[in-house]
């Protein structure tokens, strides 16, 4: 029987070319994106999950509310680990990570300037599951002034030789904001002995380094109010992490409080002023697409080499895989039951010699799995082919690996059977109903109705489509919003060089050397800028309590800053060296201004948070200016002068406009005169900027892709439709046009139907477009509005592509020999 179904089937195939083909394109495109999809989802969903007993593992985090915002922070008191670990013995295990910023390392002839040098404690590979090639992952960092490197690293200085037990010379470093002292920056300073070699950190964890010094070389401070480090703690299984939480209370009330009040700040008062400041935890498995949203934790937080994505995206790329499969199914379902009426005489036929409607049913359904097995089997072939253009545009590496685990083709054929049985259920259980006398009399299995299910299908079709195609318009929009905002800087002819370390203490004489060459206007020196990580402090006016603190950010900056980045003064002046006490001195943004509550805070004193040193004067205020992405909104921010020759993070330097690559080449040629070998990291501005918004292009180029192929599959499905509703109505088409009917009234005959349709899935989907977009838009402080023009647009170029669709074939029959379509029945 089943042998007899399938040759019917492949018959029904043959005859019905056109349709077949529409038919199995569509579902092959269909397919093809929703497994594109389905790894990517996949991909972004298993963050951190190669981590053994990644459920039990944790981060703590400092859940703060200070001064009317959220502070939340990624970072710990360095005491909060072994703290944990001694009193409660819940905590089966934990680490703690630091960040030593820039190292130049030297072995033999190979020097690098390397920023992803972290410590942490020998307890680090109980928390990480990361496969050691050479050493004991036991004793690897138990000892002062010892590093565990990755494998890429280990080809990188050493070739092909022997790593462990070499020792890898520090040339220059220096440790920008780790919180460890001063006197601290000796320790390691001659080299770190390799004890261990470890593979790179997997894809899909949320956190990697090139190197890991021992936690022993440098020590720590005790101080409870500090965040220098991320804190992971593994709890025994079984343990409730909702109730090891009111254990963190006690550790705050014991610690926290005590240390607080040593500054003079009341946590009953602090608290009484609607501030919040606890320990809380959050799943190792939810730091990558949660933190920020759930956990509302300040992105800036976080180190450099953490990756963050964001579990929006997976929710609407979820959406988008389902819809366009959904898409796909309902052209499939449209098509079949569109073209019963040429299977109507089989099935009165069969039905009259004896077949019942469970085998009708089941020949039907074959027939749709087959369809779906060809359609799987291209979606396939067409994955190998796009999948390394998909992978380019993410920037992952993702594949399908049908031999790699013994499940994926299983779970391939499952999917073929489920698939074809949703295509094919309706369209089987709707043909094997027709009424043999009535099908065998008219040649019709049902009453010449409108087919109600088809048309909520197509609208179905169309309001998806509507939606993809408003989602890539708003975030177009929003990418366009974000690239020409005015910034509060100029940002054209600005080029940044991210590693000046280089420069030891030449760093004067190389300003100076650029600056007599009239390609360079002007030359600075700051902290990093356009990063997350940038330094945080907090602050409160003379005459406050510290009760009364405002949390800020930090730059070290030259004489010269406001000059290159054209950043506008507001009150006061700017750092000058006529002054010899500007080294204790400040400069404020109109934001501090704001949060401190003061209209005219020059020549006032700040004192900061957790420092013993003078008050430090308040000379000038500068106007707002966008130092982080726009996702943020702007922080108060307190400007100190860089001392001359101490290594700046950024050297940023203004060029003449003309020819770039002559300048940049003589930019390169000063550098080599003062730094010798090192090779210059430099970028202009402008592109660092929009490398911020690298998410946003991609997921718009992505919108703009699936909402294509969205209408692409529901165009297919349309045109199936209209040649045989068309087909259906041949004798109507030439009675009409010989009482008089004109080619365009016959047109508008035939589209109005399906205009109707897609006006209808606007109105659907205007207002889910709306509800989705508007969610979207909330993750950018500063974000574009949602136009009524943009869904009228929408709706005009869905409108527009569906009568384009249509319309071939209305024409086609318009122009039809009136003769030949009174004859064609």
């Excluded at 054929?413 to 009399?441: D, E, N, T």
């Excluded at 700051?526 to 949390?551: H, W």
């Excluded at 199936?720 to 109507?732: C, L």
Aim: glycine share 8%; aromatic share 12%.
């Amino acid at each position: 029987m089943l042998k007899n179904y399938l040759k019917i089937a492949l018959r029904n195939l043959q005859r019905n070319k056109l349709y077949s083909f529409i038919n199995i394109a569509g579902l092959a495109v269909g397919v093809t994106c929703f497994l594109i999809l389905l790894l990517f989802i996949w991909n972004e969903l298993s963050y951190d999950s190669f981590n053994k007993d990644a459920s039990n593992i944790y981060r703590v985090f400092v859940k703060a509310y200070i001064d009317g915002h959220d502070a939340s922070n990624a970072k710990t008191p360095g005491v909060l680990g072994p703290v944990l670990k001694q009193k409660y013995p819940d905590v089966q295990a934990f680490t703690r990570i630091g960040y030593h910023g820039m190292y130049t390392f030297r072995y033999k002839d190979n020097v690098f300037n390397e920023s992803s040098v972290y410590t942490a404690d020998s307890t680090f590979f109980k928390i990480f599951t990361l496969k050691f090639l050479e050493g004991n992952p036991q004793t690897a960092l138990t000892r002062p002034n010892t590093m565990v490197i990755t494998e890429s690293m280990a080809k990188k200085y050493f070739g092909n030789r022997e790593p462990l037990g070499k020792i890898l010379k520090v040339v220059k470093g220096h440790m920008e904001g780790t919180g460890f002292k001063k006197a601290d920056e000796d320790a390691g300073s001659q080299g770190f002995l390799i004890t261990g070699v470890i593979r790179d950190f997997p894809e899909n964890s949320h956190f990697s380094c090139g190197f890991l010094v021992s936690m022993s070389t440098y020590k720590v401070d005790r101080y409870w109010l500090g965040s220098n480090f991320t804190t992971y703690i593994k709890l025994k299984k079984g343990t409730s992490s909702q109730a090891f939480e009111k254990k963190l209370a006690k550790i705050t009330k014991d610690n926290v409080v005590p240390a607080a009040r040593s500054h003079g700040i009341s946590m009953s008062k602090f608290r009484s002023e609607g501030n919040l400041y606890r320990f809380e935890l959050e799943p190792m498995t939810s730091i990558y697409l949660r933190s920020q949203r759930k956990y509302g934790i300040d992105p800036n937080t976080e180190w450099p080499s953490t990756t963050t994505g964001n579990i929006l995206y997976v929710y609407i790329f979820s959406a988008v895989a389902l819809f366009i499969l959904i898409i796909a199914i309902i052209n499939f379902m449209n098509l079949e039951t569109a073209k019963s009426e040429k299977r109507g005489k089989e099935v009165g036929i069969r039905k009259t010699l004896g077949s019942v409607r469970a085998r009708l049913a089941g020949q039907f359904l074959i027939e749709a799995i087959l369809m779906s097995t060809i359609s799987v089997i291209l979606a396939l072939i067409l994955l190998q082919v796009i999948l390394p253009l998909f992978n380019n545009l993410t920037g992952k590496h993702l594949g399908l690996g049908l031999f790699n685990h013994f499940y994926i083709i299983p779970l391939l054929i499952g999917f073929v059977v489920i698939l074809g049985m949703l295509a094919g259920s309706y369209p089987a259980f709707y043909l094997s109903s027709f009424r043999p006398a009535q099908v065998l009399k008219t040649g019709k299995g049902v009453d010449n109705r409108k087919n109600i299910l088809r048309s909520i299908l197509v609208i179905m079709q169309f309001a998806i489509s509507i939606i993809l195609l408003i989602g890539t318009i708003v975030i177009w929009r929003q990418l366009s919003y974000v690239q020409n905002k005015n910034l509060g800087f100029n940002k054209e002819q600005l080029i940044t060089i991210s590693n000046p370390e280089f420069l030891g203490n030449k760093l004067k004489d190389f300003k100076n050397s650029l600056l007599q060459n009239p390609k360079i206007e002007n030359v600075t020196n700051s902290s990093r800028m356009f990063i997350t990580g940038i330094r945080g402090s907090a602050y409160f006016l003379e005459g406050k309590s510290p009760n009364d603190i405002v949390t800020t950010q930090d730059l070290d900056v030259g004489y010269d800053f406001l000059k290159t980045y054209r950043v506008k003064l507001s009150q006061g002046r700017f750092f000058s060296k006529k002054y010899s006490t500007d080294s204790s001195a400040v400069v404020i943004n109109e934001k501090a201004v704001k949060n401190f509550g003061i209209t005219n805070p020059v020549g006032k004193e700040l004192n900061e948070f957790n420092y013993q040193g003078d008050p430090m004067r308040i000379i000038g205020v500068i106007k707002d200016f966008n130092y982080e992405s726009l996702h943020q909104q702007i922080r108060p921010l307190v400007l100190h002068l860089a001392r001359p020759n101490t290594p700046a993070g950024l050297i940023t330097i203004r060029v003449a406009p003309g020819n770039a690559q002559s300048t940049i080449n003589l930019i390169k040629k000063t550098w080599h005169k003062f730094a010798g070998r090192g090779n210059m990291n430099y970028n202009f501005v402008d592109q660092k900027l929009a490398s911020l918004y690298k998410s946003v292009v991609r997921t718009g180029k992505l919108a703009a892709i699936f909402s294509v192929i969205a209408i692409f599959i529901a165009c297919l499905g349309l045109l199936g439709i209209a040649a045989f509703v068309t087909e259906q109505r041949t004798k109507e088409i030439g009675i009409r046009k010989v009482l008089g009917a004109s080619m365009v009234e016959l047109v508008v005959l035939l589209s109005k139907e399906f205009m109707i349709w897609v006006i209808i899935a606007n109105i659907i989907a205007w207002p889910v477009a709306y509800f989705v977009m508007t969610d979207w838009l909330q993750n950018f402080a500063y974000r574009t509005g949602l136009s009524w023009w943009i869904f009228v647009l929408s709706g005009l170029i869905a409108l527009i592509i569906a009568l384009a669709t249509v319309s071939w074939q209305s024409i086609r029959a318009a122009l039809m020999n009136p003769v030949d379509a009174l004859r064609s029945e």
